[in-house]
């Protein structure tokens, strides 16, 4: 078989590399699927877990709400429960994930074709398709958010169609609720632009013609990440695939509609969706956060599924950020904006880019890293670069220097407290779109954009905590003594923020060195006598040269 000739993973591979890593639980007790299995797994971002010390899930003893068995095992998180499982599956570090995708986008590589693949081992079609614990109800198919979803929802999916004059596949990530063993509803995002699928429905719609669409369940890593990702509209997302693997991906061609599917897939779900024809679909938990409530979308009749004998159904964890797709989207989207604020718009003092993600998910709230001295005109062509990059994203735009942590609350209330003024440093934009939220029941989609210079103007004092050399040896001493466990917060220790002088360095050697005495000795010699100026005048404005060797 042809399909063995390739070097990536596919999930299955992906999964022992994560067992190795430390980094997979296997769970083999009964866990039911409908009301268990994603709560449990939730329990990693809510319960106070640092992002390093999740991991992904395997359920390998599946039941559903009636005790129904299944033979297959579900994966859960095991894409990006965090950034090292992410790195994981693109086989670099977590600080080379930016780079590789730079270099797959500038450098794609077309699919090889083949003619027999793992994902064909078994063909369900015709009767296999219809009745209970057939077709799409054999799959172990988790609700994703119990007490509020309405159905079992293909989260984790990569849904392939292809443009009907152009014949230019795209493959995005959309959520498909289950309404019966042959027949689910897939939401095609209509985002600003429309994603690709849904451009492609709009054309079939204006042919009246049935659509043909794949649905991936279990793709090889590289496949699976260029879902959530936002390519432009009309790169082929296997080919950038291709270019994160540094190899052509298998495709085959699929049993029953004319689409190119990933040959080391686990499982695919081959159908028509009519364009005339909508079905309500939802409620469903939604990845900005709030549950979408039930809206019309696009019924897909199932004509074929296929699998690997030995499938595995993968399900992503999403709603309330932090989740598993808000790690996905974090680690892809954070280096995009950083290439088309530094590369297309050539603004050189930018060191960062960070999307916030707990409870914002992502799209509302982003921090622009910049480098102290950055010029005041350079900070705004920045902020109004991200604030424009992507029309559902950047309503709140703010810029920090490097010394504040954008994953903290106190942090950038800090920078906002002491380096903003709101008079000069803010500035609010009308007519934006709403972008990917809970909808508004007025029906008013505009937004407004909120821009935020709180980057320092000009030197400050340094941060009122003790230097960097002193923390480290407490924390030494801290350990020694036996005290609770400590996680250091960002600033744990003071550092100069400008204004500062070399004898104030050398002051405060001598008063941890227990050697006050000198000092008070040298200020001594500094008094001053029959000067007309008030007290908390500056030493800077009464003596020139005070510097003590």
Same mark, same amino acid.
């Given at each position: 078989?042809?399909?063995?000739?390739?070097?990536?993973?596919?999930?299955?591979?992906?999964?022992?590399?994560?067992?190795?890593?430390?980094?997979?639980?296997?769970?083999?007790?009964?866990?039911? %699927? =409908?009301? !268990?299995?994603?709560?449990?797994?939730?329990?990693?971002? +809510?319960? @106070? $877990?640092?992002? #390093? &010390? /999740?991991?992904?899930?395997?359920?390998?003893?599946?039941?559903?709400?009636?005790?129904?068995?299944?033979?297959?095992?579900?994966?859960?998180?095991?894409?990006?429960?965090?950034?090292?499982?992410?790195?994981?599956?693109?086989?670099?570090?977590?600080?080379?994930?930016?780079?590789?995708?730079?270099?797959?986008?500038?450098?794609?590589?077309?699919?090889?074709?083949?003619?027999?693949?793992?994902?064909?081992?078994?063909?369900?079609?015709?009767?296999?398709?219809?009745?209970?614990?057939?077709?799409?109800?054999?799959?172990?198919?988790?609700?994703?958010?119990?007490?509020?979803?309405?159905?079992?929802?293909?989260?984790?999916?990569?849904?392939?169609? %292809? =443009?009907? !004059?152009?014949?230019?596949?795209?493959?995005?990530?959309? +959520?498909? @609720? $289950?309404?019966? #063993? &042959? /027949?689910?509803?897939?939401?095609?995002?209509?985002?600003?632009?429309?994603?690709?699928?849904?451009?492609?429905?709009?054309?079939?719609?204006?042919?009246?013609?049935?659509?043909?669409?794949?649905?991936?369940?279990?793709?090889?890593?590289?496949?699976?990440?260029?879902?959530?990702?936002?390519?432009?509209?009309?790169?082929?997302?296997?080919?950038?695939?291709?270019?994160?693997?540094?190899?052509?991906?298998?495709?085959?061609?699929?049993?029953?509609?004319?689409?190119?599917?990933?040959?080391?897939?686990?499982?695919?779900?081959?159908?028509?969706?009519?364009?005339?024809?909508?079905?309500?679909?939802?409620?469903?938990?939604?990845?900005?956060?709030?549950?979408?409530? !039930?809206?019309?979308?696009?019924?897909?009749?199932?004509?074929?599924?296929?699998?690997?004998?030995?499938?595995?159904?993968?399900?992503?964890?999403?709603?309330?950020?932090?989740?598993?797709?808000?790690?996905?989207?974090?680690?892809?989207?954070?280096?995009?904006?950083?290439?088309?604020?530094?590369?297309?718009?050539?603004?050189?003092?930018?060191?960062?880019?960070?999307?916030?993600?707990?409870?914002?998910?992502?799209?509302?709230?982003?921090?622009?890293?910049?480098?102290?001295?950055?010029?005041?005109?350079?900070?705004?062509?920045?902020?109004?670069?991200?604030?424009?990059?992507?029309?559902?994203?950047?309503?709140?735009?703010?810029?920090?220097?490097?010394?504040?942590?954008?994953?903290?609350?106190?942090?950038?209330?800090?920078?906002?407290?002491?380096?903003?003024?709101?008079?000069?440093?803010?500035?609010?934009?009308?007519?934006?779109?709403?972008?990917?939220?809970?909808?508004?029941?007025?029906?008013?989609?505009?937004?407004?954009?909120?821009?935020?210079?709180?980057?320092?103007?000009?030197?400050?004092?340094?941060?009122?905590?003790?230097?960097?050399?002193?923390?480290?040896?407490?924390?030494?001493?801290?350990?020694?003594?036996?005290?609770?466990?400590?996680?250091?917060?960002?600033?744990?220790?003071?550092?100069?923020?400008?204004?500062?002088?070399?004898?104030?360095?050398?002051?405060?050697?001598?008063?941890?060195?227990?050697?006050?005495?000198?000092?008070?000795?040298?200020?001594?010699?500094?008094?001053?006598?029959?000067?007309?100026?008030?007290?908390?005048?500056?030493?800077?404005?009464?003596?020139?040269?005070?510097?003590?060797?």
């Amino acid at each position: 078989m042809v399909a063995s000739l390739h070097k990536y993973r596919d999930l299955q591979d992906h999964l022992k590399a994560l067992d190795d890593a430390g980094l997979l639980w296997t769970i083999d007790e009964p866990v039911d %699927k =409908d009301s !268990e299995m994603h709560p449990l797994v939730r329990w990693q971002f +809510r319960g @106070g $877990l640092a992002e #390093s &010390d /999740r991991k992904a899930f395997l359920f390998t003893n599946v039941v559903n709400g009636n005790g129904r068995k299944y033979d297959i095992p579900v994966a859960v998180g095991a894409l990006a429960v965090n950034q090292e499982v992410y790195g994981v599956g693109m086989g670099v570090q977590i600080d080379e994930i930016a780079e590789k995708w730079h270099r797959a986008i500038n450098n794609p590589i077309p699919p090889r074709i083949i003619n027999a693949a793992p994902c064909q081992e078994i063909v369900w079609e015709a009767d296999d398709l219809i009745g209970e614990g057939k077709g799409l109800d054999a799959l172990p198919i988790p609700v994703s958010t119990p007490g509020f979803d309405s159905a079992p929802t293909l989260s984790a999916t990569n849904c392939i169609t %292809k =443009d009907p !004059e152009t014949g230019v596949h795209n493959m995005g990530t959309y +959520r498909c @609720g $289950l309404k019966a #063993s &042959d /027949r689910l509803v897939i939401r095609m995002a209509t985002r600003v632009g429309g994603a690709g699928g849904y451009l492609h429905w709009k054309e079939y719609k204006k042919l009246g013609e049935k659509m043909p669409c794949a649905i991936v369940l279990g793709c090889p890593p590289y496949v699976a990440f260029t879902g959530p990702q936002k390519l432009p509209i009309g790169m082929d997302e296997v080919d950038v695939a291709g270019g994160l693997a540094g190899e052509p991906i298998n495709m085959v061609n699929a049993k029953s509609v004319s689409l190119l599917v990933p040959a080391e897939a686990e499982v695919i779900i081959e159908g028509l969706i009519d364009p005339e024809v909508l079905e309500p679909e939802g409620p469903f938990g939604e990845s900005h956060g709030h549950v979408a409530l !039930e809206e019309f979308n696009m019924p897909l009749h199932v004509t074929t599924i296929t699998r690997k004998k030995n499938a595995v159904i993968p399900s992503y964890i999403s709603q309330v950020a932090p989740s598993e797709s808000s790690v996905i989207k974090r680690t892809a989207y954070e280096p995009l904006f950083f290439n088309h604020l530094q590369k297309e718009l050539g603004i050189k003092g930018i060191k960062r880019v960070a999307l916030h993600e707990p409870l914002t998910g992502l799209l509302r709230v982003i921090f622009i890293i910049v480098e102290n001295g950055m010029a005041r005109t350079e900070v705004w062509r920045a902020l109004n670069g991200a604030a424009a990059y992507k029309g559902d994203m950047g309503k709140i735009t703010i810029a920090v220097n490097e010394d504040i942590d954008p994953d903290s609350a106190d942090s950038i209330l800090w920078a906002l407290a002491y380096r903003h003024n709101p008079s000069e440093d803010l500035v609010v934009l009308p007519h934006r779109n709403q972008g990917h939220g809970p909808k508004r029941g007025h029906g008013q989609e505009e937004d407004g954009t909120l821009l935020i210079d709180a980057t320092m103007k000009e030197d400050m004092p340094p941060l009122a905590l003790p230097e960097k050399e002193y923390m480290e040896k407490a924390k030494e001493l801290w350990k020694r003594l036996g005290l609770p466990s400590i996680r250091p917060e960002v600033p744990w220790h003071g550092y100069s923020l400008g204004d500062w002088h070399l004898q104030w360095t050398k002051d405060a050697k001598r008063a941890a060195e227990g050697d006050y005495l000198k000092n008070g000795k040298i200020s001594h010699k500094r008094q001053q006598r029959g000067r007309d100026f008030p007290p908390e005048t500056s030493v800077r404005d009464i003596e020139e040269g005070w510097d003590e060797d």
